[in-house]
């Protein structure tokens, strides 16, 4: 995030100029930018309104470029989960313009005609994509364009008699505002997310939505410098960055209504372990970030809990396997109370498993076989890490560490420090949880018992 008023804001003529060089000079095409600019509107819109609340999406597309970036984000947003819908009412026969419309077709994206919408848009969709018209739009709306934006201007009305109403997201300029002036007579369209592209044009100043986002990272050097912009850094490998402040949020008013396949007892497993594996292979196969990571939460003899995420790095019929500092706090807690609780969250999929059971260090021969299984940089660095003791500054880590690889440049054996190695969690109750709606999620637990000298799993569910 970044203040906006610390922003460059381009006027009509530059906008146009910047297009010019950047299809001229620079070798970049009209479809390439279309491309890049419909996935930033995409990634925007998924930044803030996630499809498990805002499905349906109609993308209006006018017959210009700012159409052109609809229809590529409509095609985004429904290999992001979204349901999206297009009113594309002056279709552009042009080769790249009928490409994109045949893309969506392939899709099943449907296509609806003004006639098919309704006067009130806001019990027929989540979301309203204006991609009417862009920075080079001069005087005023045409049919049908002019009852499209007056149907988003009168989105505002209709909110006030409903909970819920769609929100409106503006591509880099909201349809019917002046490029440079803004909403001039101020009964323009009010969109809730303005998307600018390449850098925010002058009437961005005049936008009061809560979210504003800037996409189209490809602007380079050689612009910056004639124009003297000063543009947000982009976090990562997004296509899209914040201007601004996020909106206050009431806390007490987040929430989530899941919506998940039943869990049920005749579909699990009998064994634990093996539903925990066919879980932990879903969220390998969803692509969630560290799905290894668990919540390791230990007691010591002052009865205090304390809790930190550590990585989970095997899992068998025995038990659940981390490595760490024996002269840690949570080595310290352990030693006192070799009992501990361990959490799976995997947000994408509404799932939690909880583990409890006592803990026992694994065999040395097996934490030294791991630790020579770590990058060199990892192994140096648990030399280097006392773990949990104060230390006066970050400085001293730094130079522990390039002393220790300076040490051990050579490429000689690093050797396992002896206050290292491994815990096995061996587990004697699981939980199963799967988010569902209204609260009414469903939770499965596993209870060892003992039957003709042989241990099997009790499985009962509990109230949510």
Known sequence: MQNPESIS???????????????????????????????????????????????????????????????????????????????????????????????????????????????????????LVDAMFGFSFHGSPRPPFDDLIQKLVQLHNYAQNRQKYPVIVSVDIPSGWHVEEGDVSGEGVKPD?????????????????????????????????????????????????????PPQIDISALRQNYISPELLEEQVAADPIDQFRKWFDDALAAGLREPNAMALSTVGKDGKPSSRMVLL??????????????????????????????????????????????????PEEESEQYFHSRPQGSQIGAIASKQSTIIPGRHILHQ???????????????PKPKHWGGYRLKPKLFEFWQGQQSRLHDRLQYIPQEIDRKLVWKIVRLAP
């Open 9 to 127: 804001h381009l006027t009509q003529r530059e906008a146009a100029e910047v297009d010019e060089i950047l299809m001229g000079p620079l070798g970049f095409s009209v479809d390439l930018l279309m491309e890049l600019a419909g996935l930033s509107v995409a990634s925007s819109i998924a930044e803030v309104y996630k499809p498990g609340e805002y499905s349906r999406v109609l993308v209006i597309c006018g017959p210009g470029n700012n159409g052109g970036d609809g229809l590529v984000a409509a095609r985004h947003l429904h290999h992001f989960g979204y349901k999206p819908f297009v009113c594309y009412p002056k279709r552009t026969q042009k080769p790249l313009y009928n490409g994109l419309v045949t893309q969506l077709e392939s899709l099943s994206v449907p296509f609806l005609s003004v006639e098919d919408l309704h006067v009130d848009l806001s019990g027929d969709f989540d979301i």
């Open 193 to 245: 997310m303005l998307v600018s592209l390449t850098a925010p044009k002058l009437c961005a100043k005049k936008f009061t939505g809560p979210h504003h986002f800037l996409g189209g990272r490809f602007v380079p050097p050689s612009i910056v410098d004639k124009f003297k912009l000063h543009l947000p850094p982009y976090p990562g490998t997004s296509m899209c960055v914040r201007i601004g402040k």
């Open 400 to 414: 522990t560490y390039k002393e220790l690889e300076e040490k051990y440049s050579d490429g000689s054996l690093i």
């Open 313 to 362: 790095k095997g899992v068998e019929k025995d038990g659940f396997v981390w490595y760490t500092n024996y002269e840690s706090q949570k080595a310290r807690e352990l030693s006192e109370n070799p009992q501990a609780s361990l959490l799976f969250y995997w947000d994408g999929l509404n799932r939690q498993v909880r583990v409890e059971g006592p803990v026992q260090k694994v």
